[in-house]
């Protein structure tokens, strides 16, 4: 079998949506943090709403250059290969939750208990929205995928509102994905970092999120068909739009939401990043343009391991007490970082810290390491 081959445009796109992730996710304090670096509270939109649909779609791309591998492979292998991979990604997911495992009170170590860790989360929503986007792309054929997906959306939508509150089917704890979580897992395994349990990465919004990856995956096979020229370029341009111009329409009757992962959070999000990946196809493959490539470019090729690193090493930070009676993470933002104010101080440090993540990700792709799973 010929050597995969590599999509810098992609590359790019994923070391983009990571490094971006990461700051998001780590300011130096949560409460001094620039409006366009949160999230939007319930309906509407920020750029903070783009980064992780943005993994989803790139991980539908990323498939695209992966999957002409299976045509050697029998269905029971690409189902077994497949459910594994998405099984050992929903299990990382899982464990970074669960980490440190341990917790020490009263002088003595216990077992961090499984009865409140998160079951649902970003890695474990990958994880199902890639098993399921690809087994429908393998199987079926394009106009199966494409009419499915449409179910999922309008199918979706229904839901939320014939089993949400009658009042209000669209509140945090009155949609219908609210009452089929607490129902599956239980208020303990659930997110609480809403000030009420509710998960934001549920069991019943993932079934839109897979949409997310599947025109993912179409990008990138159409790229690899037409060639990375202006006709592709413009291509991917004018399916944005319409995207954008469905959203505009379907806004008026169903709310932009990431945190429901409504049907028009979709189609913004998926137009959105078709038009950042055809100007990205433009700048890199049509203008030859290299200048900041190669920074992206190096955390877009090990995104899950920086990731991983990014998450872990922020709560090992979180758990080392110091004197002062703050933790570790906390004292470095204070001691050498707050003197620039809080909201640059605090944006200081999340850039600081994606900066140490990159760096993991230099050295990894210095010494050819690159985690697949």
């Not at 003595?108 to 990958?126: C, E, K, N």
Request: charged share 10%; hydrophobic share 50%.
């Amino acid at each position: 079998m010929p050597p995969r081959q590599r999509f810098l445009a992609l590359d790019v796109f994923r070391g983009l949506t990571i490094c971006f992730m990461i700051i998001v996710n780590h300011p130096g304090d949560e409460g001094a943090t620039f409006p366009w670096l949160l999230h939007a509270e319930w309906h509407g939109f920020t750029p903070t709403d783009l980064v992780f649909p943005s993994f989803l779609f790139a991980v539908g791309n990323a498939l695209s250059f992966v999957m002409p591998g299976w045509e050697n492979k029998t269905n029971q292998q690409v189902f077994s290969l497949v459910t594994k991979r998405a099984a050992v990604i929903f299990l990382l997911g899982f464990l970074m939750y669960w980490y440190p495992f341990f917790t020490y009170e009263g002088g003595h170590l216990a077992v961090s208990p499984f009865d409140h860790t998160r079951i649902m989360g970003v890695l474990q929503r990958i994880a199902l929205c890639y098993w399921a986007a690809a087994l429908m792309i393998y199987f079926l054929n394009t106009r199966s995928v494409f009419f499915i997906s449409i179910f999922f959306l309008l199918f979706y939508w229904a839901v939320l509102y014939w089993f949400g509150d009658a009042g209000d089917p669209l509140s945090m704890t009155g949609n219908a994905g609210y009452y089929l979580d607490k129902w599956l897992m239980g208020e303990a395994h659930m997110y609480d970092g809403e000030g009420v349990p509710f998960d934001p990465e549920g069991w019943l919004s993932t079934l839109p999120s897979i949409v997310n990856v599947v025109i993912g995956y179409y990008a990138g096979a159409y790229l690899q068909k037409q060639g990375r020229n202006y006709q592709a370029v413009t291509h991917l341009l004018l399916m944005g739009i319409l995207l954008l111009f469905i959203t505009y329409c379907w806004n008026t009757g169903m709310p932009i939401n990431k945190k429901l992962w409504t049907g028009p959070f979709v189609t913004l999000t998926t137009g959105l990043d078709l038009i950042l990946l055809a100007l990205l196809v433009y700048r890199i493959d049509i203008s030859n343009e290299q200048t900041g490539n190669w920074f992206f470019e190096v955390a877009g090729k090990n995104p899950l391991a920086i990731y991983l690193f990014s998450d872990l090493f922020a709560t090992t930070l979180g758990i080392i007490p110091m004197k002062e009676g703050i933790s570790l993470y906390q004292w470095i933002y204070i001691n050498l970082f707050s003197f620039l104010g809080p909201y640059y101080g605090s944006f200081a440090f999340a850039l600081a810290f994606m900066l140490l993540c990159w760096g993991l990700g230099y050295w990894m792709d210095r010494k050819k390491i690159y985690l697949r799973v």
